[in-house]
């Protein structure tokens, strides 16, 4: 019987410092079995390990539609996130997953998107925000896209190098934004708290439109509340959750706003199964 | 439904039998807590592997100390090892030994556990079975023992079980009197141990005499509640602010006692115990009780306040269970009232919630004046 806690195995391929404390990690499979048979969809998630400390949720932060290799960033946060801080390219971690449901992108055809998220939100963002500019490319099949990205500070913005590319993009509209005192003589964004810049600033169109948020769970309060006052509706507004998870499997107890678990009914939610749930997130 | 008789005096002989058949058998047993030797030891009713029959206490007592959770479920268990080699790593599976197991003198409350524990470990739930539960799951049968002195802390009549419920028994045992146990066969497991016993059988059983057996005894038990409201109530997510939740949760101090006496919790950690360059995966019991269980790396903890873990509990039993894992939370053997230190009792919370439900407009206005 085959052991749903046992990881793969993958080896550091390359090692991005994308902020103070933030890394991206580029992954690829050592057992070319397990590689040909993986596949994912934006918005799943998976556990990482470092092998003596532990494990760590995070979300695949590249696009399915670069299936070279998996991309993870996090924060050097905790012993796991540290213990993984410390390795260096050509090392090994643990890996197991795709877990969890995914955006719906079939939802979103011909539609308007906007993706929405602060600090380090931008990861799972990241995912989705190629996936479905890879998608346009191909056939057209969504609207205008527009990236609201805010930080605490200029050099705590990750993904800069893609934030210039987003920004040099036709049909894309790149908003950045830094928190008051965030900012650097040359800084060329908005200066304000993402719900803030997206309420008074950005100002965007509900019609015809997704907006996908993704932050700390009192910025996704506020960014909602931001977004419904300027005309969207809940069914408009899709987030995901990053509840603290062990297993990823729907047994550890860990991740559950009350009957509904983040690892299995997650981490995808619009604001509309949001609000049916207990207010405990 | 085969039935027979079997005599009390023979339960020991019972046990004999099984380990001869070269099973592992657990049977309640006085065991001692604390320093076998100190001065502060005690015998506790406890199950535990036994190789006779010997100062066995099936049927004596009521519930063990620790339940069967822990044999299905290991309190402790590695997953898998690991080796560092340079920038390599090597996942060497770790071997477990899942041997036929036969658990008698099971209360029908633990027995009724089971099937919560299958619903969350199966590949019913999501798809993914946990191997170590299922393996252990599949090679263990149930002698279970209908109750005859409910103690003070037992409410099994308040969530729809009863002292001689057979929920979850392979094996079911019922004294009619006269020391003779009425045996029910209830599953094919049941009927592989009933061989084994066929010796020690006779006849038939006493199918009235069990009834009323079962009966009599349920009239023993005074912590009485009406569940039956409870789900619903809890399903009305403005009912998850109730004032209720704070003003019971006040006193509660987080301790995880009743979590890990309690058949139906689940929750586990999984951490890597390591030495230099090797170590294990471990997977362990936790519980919805601590304040980091929930607490996210930025600080932010969606459970912040006491009362708010407990009041997850509380909705796991009454909710989660059954919504989710449609399996009942709950089976009323009344060890998380026992287990308390500071007296926290979940049946005042069932009866508190029992009455609100029965009277939302009164509880409203109460609410209102305050």
Excluded at chain 1, 62 to 84: N, Y
Excluded at chain 1, 129 to 152: M, P
Aim: a negative charge; charged letters at 25%; one cysteine or more.
């Amino acid at each position: 019987m085959s052991n749903i806690y046992q990881p793969d195995l993958m080896t550091i391929t390359k090692i991005i410092q994308e902020a103070p404390g933030i890394k991206t990690f580029h992954l690829k499979f050592q057992d070319e079995n397990v590689a040909s048979n993986f596949s994912f969809q934006t918005g799943q998630f998976g556990e990482y390990s470092a092998f003596g400390a532990g494990e760590s949720t995070f979300c695949i932060a590249s696009s399915p539609t670069r299936p070279d290799h998996i991309e993870c960033c996090f924060r050097e946060v905790g012993k796991v996130t540290t213990a993984l801080a410390n390795l260096t390219e050509g090392d090994t971690i643990g890996f197991r997953g795709p877990y969890g449901n995914t955006f719906p992108l079939d939802d979103w055809r011909g539609k308007n998107l906007i993706f929405i998220g602060g600090g380090i939100a931008l990861p799972p963002l990241r995912s989705v925000i190629w996936n479905c500019l890879d998608l346009r490319e191909q056939d057209g099949r969504f609207g205008h896209v527009s990236i609201v990205y805010g930080a605490r500070s200029v050099q705590d913005l990750v993904y800069k190098r893609e934030i210039e590319e987003w920004s040099q993009m036709e049909n894309v509209t790149m908003v950045k934004t830094v928190d008051p005192g965030g900012e650097t003589d040359d800084w060329d964004g908005h200066i304000g708290f993402v719900p803030h810049v997206l309420e008074n600033d950005f100002k965007p169109d509900p019609e015809n439109t997704v907006a996908i948020v993704c932050g700390p769970p009192i910025m996704i309060k506020f960014t909602f509340e931001a977004l419904e006052r300027l005309g969207f509706k809940q069914e408009q507004l899709v987030t995901t959750l990053e509840n603290r998870m062990k297993c990823g499997l729907g047994k550890c107890g860990r991740c559950n706003i009350g009957s509904t678990y983040v690892c299995i009914d997650g981490p995808v939610f619009t604001a509309t199964e949001l609000a049916a749930l207990p207010q405990e997130f | 439904m085969k039935t027979a008789t079997l005599n009390k005096s023979d339960l020991g002989k019972c046990i004999d039998l099984l380990v001869q058949a070269d099973l592992r058998v657990i049977a309640p047993r006085l065991q001692p807590r604390l320093d076998e030797d100190g001065p502060d030891s005690i015998d506790v009713l406890t199950f535990t592997e036994v190789d006779s029959g010997e100062g066995h206490q099936v049927g004596e007592g009521l519930l063990p100390l620790n339940g069967v959770k822990e044999f299905l479920f290991a309190k402790h268990e590695p997953l898998f090892a690991y080796e560092k080699r340079g920038k390599k790593i090597e996942i060497i599976p770790v071997h477990h030994e899942y041997p036929q197991t036969v658990i008698i003198g099971v209360r029908p409350c633990d027995a009724a556990s089971i099937a919560s524990l299958e619903s969350v470990f199966s590949d019913a739930n999501a798809g993914f079975e946990d191997p170590f539960f299922t393996e252990r799951r599949s090679r263990t049968t149930f002698i279970t023992y209908s109750c005859t002195a409910p103690d003070a802390s037992c409410f099994c009549t308040s969530v729809n079980l009863s002292p001689d419920s057979a929920k979850g028994s392979d094996l079911h045992l019922t004294e009619i009197g006269d020391g003779r146990l009425h045996v029910e066969v209830i599953s094919k497991a049941g009927e592989a141990v009933a061989k084994q016993l066929q010796d020690l059988l006779e006849g038939e059983g006493d199918q009235a005499a069990r009834e009323k057996a079962g009966a009599e005894v349920s009239e023993k038990l005074t912590r009485i509640r009406d569940s039956a409201p409870i789900m619903d109530w809890l399903m009305d997510t403005a009912n998850f602010d109730d004032e209720m939740w704070q003003r019971l949760g006040e006193k509660c101090i987080g301790c995880g006692a009743c979590t890990f006496a309690c058949p139906t919790c689940h929750c586990f950690d999984i951490v890597d115990e390591n030495k230099g360059s090797k170590g294990y995966r471990v997977k362990f019991w936790d519980s919805c009780q601590f304040d980091h269980f929930t607490l996210h790396a930025s600080g932010h903890n969606p459970r912040d306040w006491q009362y708010k873990r407990y009041r997850n509990r509380f909705n796991c039993k009454f909710k989660i269970y059954p919504e989710k894992f449609e399996t009942p939370g709950c089976v009323g053997c009344g060890r998380c009232i026992r287990a308390c230190p500071v007296n926290l009792d979940i049946t005042e919370y069932m009866a508190e919630v029992a009455h609100k439900a029965a009277n939302p407009s009164a509880m409203k206005a109460d609410q209102d004046s305050e």
